[in-house]
């Protein structure tokens, strides 16, 4: 396409990214600065600009690793969520499904091509090789392996997100294999922020530094992920420890992945006696970590309150909860917001700073 919302939102938030950069350069403040940059793409629908579009113009798309898998051969979990997203009530064509990972991969080109001028920027403003830079993600996307899309399942594809980092106290190159969850990244950033002497939070946290994952394969070379949305009867946990990776939602069999061996997570070892052990063990890490019935009631309750509320919001003029980042046009620009002088607000606004050039022959005023 020539454009869409995903590209409207994804451009704004470049352009916006690269002037607080710039902004920051500016100022007198010298203090550390954390700058968010969250956007849209890769994501459904996946439709690129035609730009990047065309750069995949003949390419041999890759077709998803796992092939079309039955309603009727999937599991529990898999089967309600196929008709969550309706996906009985259509046929996807080889083509669609061929255009859909061109369009991804276009929207990924898209994606790397901003964060490469966002690297560029730092690098103009002195700030790169003082800077720490981590791109992720908040989810996969299944892309058509198994014949399932988007997320909210517990599949490799759906829960494995990129982490890429690189900063003054990390390694170039390096691949770390020890398990690491989203939920590090807070400790991470105030381990940065305090080097390593923070530890006063507001509250209980989860997750630990990336700074000092344990050692692959140890004890302590474990996640958990939790998940409580759509498609499920109860909440479901899921563990990954070293290879071993165990999911469980108590309406549903429980499943059990050897991902060194089986990395597509095509055999159920639940059932299997020689990993009865493995399982209980895991499991019973499960029932420590999570209190089940509290957990159901609370989602429960809070279910009750977002439709009471969800209801309560259909009456009247509906209500608009979206964030609004402020813009005074008056303090940018051109303009008197900030000075009466326009040679002075350029001045001001030029990067890096020029000084200046005082009169060589100043006129006398009077006093």
Sequence with gaps: CERNLQIDYDEEVFAAAKQEMYNHARSTDDRPFMLHVSFTQPHNPFVAGKKYWDMYEGVDIPEPEVAHIPYEERDAWAQRYY???RQDEFDITPEQLYNARRGYFAMCTHFDEMIGGLIETLESIGELENTYIFITSDHGEMLGERGMWFKFNPFEASVRVPLIAQGPKLKVGHREEALASLVDLLPTFTDIAS????????????????LALPERGSDGDKVFI???GEGLYAPAMIMIKGNMKLVHSRTDPKMLFDLANDPLELTNLADDPAY????????????????????DQRIRA???KRIFVQDAM????????DFGPHYDPAKVYVRGGNDPSTTATKQRGRFPYVPVTKPQYPRQTKK
């Design 226 to 228: 939790e998940f409580n």
């Design 302 to 304: 809070s279910q009750r």
């Design 195 to 210: 080097d390593g002497q923070f530890d006063v939070y507001a509250a209980p946290y989860d997750g630990r530094s990336l």
């Design 314 to 321: 259909k009456h009247g003029r509906f209500p608009s909860w």
């Design 276 to 295: 009865q052990d493995v399982l209980n063990a895991m499991f019973a890490e499960m029932q420590n970590r999570w209190d089940e019935d509290d957990l």
């Design 83 to 85: 008709l969550t997203i």
